[in-house]
């Protein structure tokens, strides 16, 4: 089954990755070590998953060459003072067993560290070769006008939730002025995605799931990326199983039209979000 590639700043990246988090122990190396197997190449961990050691072991017990993959880790809001910011990096590579990591992310924004001090330490990450890309996590609009117009920082992507309950259009706006990636998480909006009759009949019409539907909506979003997660081996296989059907632009333009403004992903430390 052949992965689409997105090509965003002149940069290779898997459209669909895999998400780790929660995944630990002996049972969380078997998944991620499944999930290379079976063909995925985009890793996303990060320190607060506490799975670092697992994602390092499971790709080395994979024996895919380290070149062929795409690993993401970021760095917790209590962490970006630009004299903790290598700090946290050599922590980062040590856990992994890398040199590198293909990008970082500020995981999420924070309220107290200036934003130009922070993206000034991730550049520096990134001029050293510790991390070939940098980037954000559940930055608004008004973030990424900051990072972008005032701090001129150069960002591969934003990793936000999106899935069809949650419109991301002002986001995705904003991103493709900047040629940035949107990496979806929670993209199947934890199994909602199941209670759909559109997104149930659409699978229906292609011998597919309603999420293997939406993970296709996804991808085929030009500058859109997604990183399902799950430690159950048929969902990880299923959901790589998308490669092989295409959705109309009307089947695209219906599924869109879910929207309803739906976010499960909620934290007192958030932003004012765009919606």
Not at 5 to 28: C, M, N, Q, S, Y
Not at 96 to 123: I, R
Not at 161 to 184: C, D, I, T, V, W
Request: aromatic share 10%; proline share 4%; hydrophobic share 40%.
């Amino acid at each position: 089954m052949t992965q689409m590639i997105k090509t965003v700043r002149g940069h290779d990246i898997p459209a669909l990755g895999f998400g780790t988090f929660e995944l630990k122990g002996e049972e969380g190396v078997a998944a991620i070590r499944t999930a290379i197997e079976l063909g995925y190449r985009q890793i996303d961990t990060a320190i607060r998953y506490g799975n670092e050691v697992e994602v390092g072991r499971a790709i080395r017990e994979a024996g895919v060459p380290r070149e062929e993959l795409f690993v993401t880790s970021k760095i917790w809001f209590d962490n970006l003072a630009p004299d903790l910011v290598p700090k946290r990096v050599d922590e980062i590579l040590e856990r992994l067993g890398f040199d590198h990591v293909d990008l970082l992310l500020v995981h999420w924004p924070s309220k107290v560290v200036p934003m130009g001090e922070t993206l000034a330490a991730f550049e520096e990450e990134r001029t050293k070769g510790r991390a070939r890309l940098i980037g954000v996590s559940n930055f608004t609009v008004a973030l990424l006008d900051e990072a972008l117009d005032v701090h001129n920082a150069d960002l591969f992507c934003n990793q936000v939730e999106y899935h069809p309950f949650l419109s991301q259009q002002k986001l995705l706006e904003r991103m493709g002025r900047a040629g940035m990636l949107l990496n979806a998480y929670q993209p199947i909006a934890r199994g909602k995605v199941f209670q759909s009759d559109l997104l149930n009949a659409l699978g229906k019409k292609y011998g597919k799931s309603a999420s293997q539907v939406t993970l296709r909506w996804h991808i085929q979003q030009d500058t859109v990326g997604a990183i399902p997660r799950s430690a159950r081996i048929e969902n990880i296989r299923a959901n790589f199983d998308i490669f092989d059907f295409e959705l109309s632009p009307e089947e695209m333009a219906a599924i869109h039209a879910l929207a309803r403004g739906e976010r499960y992903t909620r934290f007192d430390w958030e932003p004012v979000w765009d919606d």
